[in-house]
């Protein structure tokens, strides 16, 4: 919260720096530190939603929350984006005077500041979940941003060379849509209930049917829940007389599938090889486990 309050402050200063200056690239910056304060909305969002109870309606509890919300904000940066690339174009076609050097110099070293400041407070969190990853990384990624802006600054008053105004503009609009292509594609994916990244299909297939007694995995389906947790569900098949072995059998495999790949939520569900089945892995004729 104290990242959200820091950054907040930092946007408001540089789309008002910006104006006044008539800065585009500071603007820009201000936009894509804007995408910051998603991120790290986000990931406080996907804290306090992960922690909400399951209801009847929603079995699985409110996990999808920021993949939504993620979806939403990347969507509107998209836009954000193209309107920039749109005004860099026309200041390319005619050139506008930067007007109030010492408002944009300071604005984007207070800028730069906040950047660092929140670094620093985010670095001790940085591994504890996805969500803040990727919120550290984008505080990192705009630092960099920060630091290009005062550079076009200071060319733009050593030199009067105002095109790199638009050149820096362009950059940072093209940083803004790869990362909201990005975060797009996961969430898509996570809609559509692709395996996660990270997660090698073929990989749980055969660590599955590595567990003892296990002959055949067929409907197998891996999900993501949200960003961070994955769902599996399955049919494995047995021999009869390991039909009563079961309980023990899907102990195991929950046991391979939570140490090898943090896939926590599994529903497996056991019976004899007998599969015909019309499942990917039934088509394509599924290994058999040698005795």
Not at 112 to 129: P, T, Y
Not at 265 to 284: A, E, F, K, Y
Request: contains cysteine; charged residues 15%; proline residues 3%.
């Amino acid at each position: 919260m104290l990242a959200i309050v820091c950054n907040v402050g930092i946007t408001i200063a540089e789309f008002a720096g910006g104006f006044i200056s008539g800065y585009l690239a500071l603007i820009a910056d201000a936009v894509h530190n804007l995408s910051d304060v998603a991120a790290l909305g986000l990931a406080w969002l996907g804290v306090k939603g992960s922690r909400l109870p399951a209801t009847k309606k929603t079995t699985y509890g409110f996990k999808r929350i920021e993949v939504m919300t993620a979806f939403i904000s990347a969507v509107s940066l998209v836009v954000i984006a193209i309107f920039i690339l749109r005004e860099a174009y026309e200041r390319f076609i005619d050139p506008r005077v930067i007007s109030q050097p010492v408002v944009f110099l300071t604005v984007a070293c207070i800028g730069l500041a906040g950047n660092i400041l929140s670094i620093w407070i985010l670095h001790s969190e940085r591994g504890k979940s996805l969500n803040m990853r990727t919120a550290f990384l984008h505080m990192a990624y705009d630092t960099a941003s920060s630091v290009a802006v005062i550079g076009g600054g200071v060319v733009i008053l050593i030199t009067g060379w105002v095109a790199i105004d638009v050149f820096l503009s362009a950059v940072i609009a093209l940083m803004i849509l790869w990362s909201s292509y990005l975060v797009i594609k996961e969430a898509v994916l996570i809609f559509l209930e692709a395996v996660p990244k990270g997660i090698d299909f073929d990989a749980v297939l055969e660590a599955v049917e590595d567990v003892p007694r296990v002959i055949r995995v067929h409907d197998l389906h891996i999900w993501s829940l949200s960003s961070h947790e994955a769902a599996l569900s399955c049919h494995i098949s047995v021999a009869e007389k390991d039909f009563p072995a079961g309980p023990d059998i899907i102990a195991r495999v929950n046991t391979v599938l939570k140490g090898q790949f943090h896939i926590g939520h599994c529903t497996i569900q056991i019976g004899l090889d007998d599969c015909n089945c019309p499942d990917v892995l039934c088509r394509l004729g599924a290994r058999t486990r040698k005795d």
